[in-house]
């Protein structure tokens, strides 16, 4: 079983620690990575934005989205605590490749949107503080990689310390600002009571609800408590949930607080003055000297925006490692990834502020919110899913009560994401000047994602997950062989998958050629890298299965049958009419799993293509 993070997994130990204090102390620091994410430069753009032009009146949604976080967030941490696996591997071990592939390109957007906004917001800092153009403040962003790479070698909790040292910088700085800004403390009781003043309120909202409840921080969340070493035992896993839970909760107020200060600062400076329509960084950062009248706001200002850019930046690039191993099991080196991720972000920055201005960073900004915000469904639904299985979660599945409450939320953020993606396109259609295309590409393209996110709501409740049909042990595997009676085939293919199925596809195979024939075992690794590199493919699931493959033909041996094996790479049916041509082979014998309905029509397409590509007879067992 692969290791989510394998560099730093269970590379912090929590036991032998002498008080409880000191152990408490032990499991702090994942959240803290975790809530910079909560805090970056994009939350700045949506906070700034509603509270000048709504004043304080959407705290409240800063105030339900740090309670959804927080609800999420400790979903996440108890799938990776209890299971071991990060949300990535949960997922590429429930759904169909077709389906992660394009959960994980899902991810990956809002990976890039997520980096676009820290991008901008990062560059704008170093603009306002050092005066440097953004587009060479873009530039240096890159430098943010060789950060990152020596941080992490020297471990992650001197990690966790930097990134708590630029929190504490962020937040010692707005504490300064309150105090300019001196805000009406009733209004603010007053912006916790929900109300929705307009459309235009509903689309910053849902702007807000993007920029804290991110989908890339519930599959970094899940793999950062792995970096935790504890007692296995019921109760220390018990413990260990409890203490990150205190970490989360600590963690997630700072930064609602965080969060509510900038949309506080945009209300008590802007909106009370009747400036409605300050949404950019640069605006907020020129008006705040003269109208709080000291220089120590602009500056305090630029410096958290930094501190906010650089911690969720590297963040952002965990979280970017785990989407990729986790889905794909392809491993990359560390520093290849994040120039990958860094210039998939800043392409389009660079383009966007070349043709339109620097005036647009802030309209750019809550867009990459809001592309985040509809990335949610597809990352909560799951999650709960995973954690509310009792067999995945081994005793630890969430209650009835917590089920409620998830399935709760992510109705919320689903409805209101569902409204937004409606109006938007009711909005284009209206005014476009070629709306037959829209019809034939936007509006099909929705509906397709109505159509998946339906698909993983309602998938875990019909089907089992694909956990128990992989690595099936070769020694649990029961032969039924017969050496009396007479056979024909001499030289037997038999398709392999690791699964329940090989039982069945084995024991077909012992009745058509007995114990004089001999045997090959065919499985096809089905990772990025195989279909990449083929032979050459060197990622972790490929020596899993030649491992489990050497299992098979030492069992088989031990009981007297010939045997030998062969690994495929890429796509079954292409791969073994590959092997099946090279070799001289009587029959291919294949399992299957008893596919029904939707299933034949995905997986049935496999089988008929593989009939056409072989000359021998194709023999199917039905598990």
Known sequence: ????????????????????????????????????????????????????????????????????????????????????????????????????????????????????????????????????????????????????????????????????????????????????????????????????????ALYIAIGIIGATVMPHNLYLHSSLVQTRKFDRSAAGIKQALKYNFIDSTIALNLAFFVNAAILILAAATFYKNGMFEVAEIQDAHQLLAPMLGTSWAPILFAVALIAAGQSSTITGTLAGQIIMEGYLNLRIQPWVRRIITRLIAIVPAVIVISVFGESVTGKMLILSQVILSLQLGFAIIPLIHFVSDKERMKGFAISKTTQIASWIVALIIVSLNAKLVFNEIQ???????????????????????????????????????????????????????????????????????????????????????????KYTLIHV?????????????????????????????????????????????????????????????????????GHRGIKDLLFGTTVDKLRHEISIPLFIVKN
């Open 1 to 200: 079983m692969e290791k989510s993070l394998e560099e730093v997994n269970q590379s912090v130990s929590t036991q032998n620690k002498t008080t409880v204090f000191r152990k408490i102390l032990a499991f702090f620091g994942p959240a803290y990575l975790v809530s910079v994410g909560y805090m970056d430069p994009g939350n700045w753009a949506t906070d700034i934005a509603g509270g000048s032009q709504f004043g304080y009146t959407l705290l409240w949604v800063l105030l339900m989205s740090n309670m959804m976080a927080l609800l999420l967030q400790s979903l996440s941490a108890r799938l990776g605590i209890v299971t071991q696996r990060d949300l990535a591997q949960a997922s590429r071990e429930t759904y169909s490749p077709f389906i992660n592939y394009i959960l994980y390109f899902l991810a990956e957007i809002a990976i890039a949107a997520c980096d676009l906004a820290e991008v901008l917001g990062m560059a704008i800092g170093i603009n306002l503080l050092f005066g440097i153009p953004l587009i060479q403040g873009v530039m240096i962003t890159v430098l943010d990689t060789f950060l990152l790479l020596f941080l992490i070698n020297k471990g992650i909790k001197k990690m966790e310390a930097f990134i708590i040292a630029l929190v504490m910088i962020i937040g010692i700085s707005f504490i300064f600002e309150m105090i300019f800004a001196q805000p009406e403390v009733g209004s603010v009781l007053k912006g916790l009571i929900p109300s929705m003043p307009n459309e235009n």
């Open 427 to 517: 909005g284009w259609l209206e005014t476009s000047e070629n709306p037959i295309f829209l019809w034939f590409t936007v509006v099909p393209l929705a509906f397709g994602f109505l159509i998946l996110l339906l698909y993983i709501v309602f998938k875990p409740f019909i089907t089992k997950s694909k956990l128990e049909i992989q690595n099936h042990s070769p020694h649990n595997m029961v032969l039924k062989f017969s050496p009396s009676e007479t056979y024909t085939k001499k030289n037997i293919a038999v398709s392999v998958d690791f699964s329940s199925a090989d039982e069945m596809a084995i024991n077909a195979a012992f009745e058509l050629g007995g114990i004089e024939a």
């Open 525 to 593: 690794v089905e990772t990025i890298g195989a279909m990449l590199f083929g032979e050459n493919a060197d990622d972790h699931e490929t020596s899993i299965d030649e491992k489990l493959l050497k299992e098979y033909e030492d069992m088989l041996t031990q009981n007297g049958f010939k045997v030998s094996t062969k690994l495929g790479f890429g796509k079954p049916n292409k791969a073994i009419p590959k092997i099946i041509k090279a070799g001289n082979y009587d029959v291919l014998v294949m399992g299957t799993h």
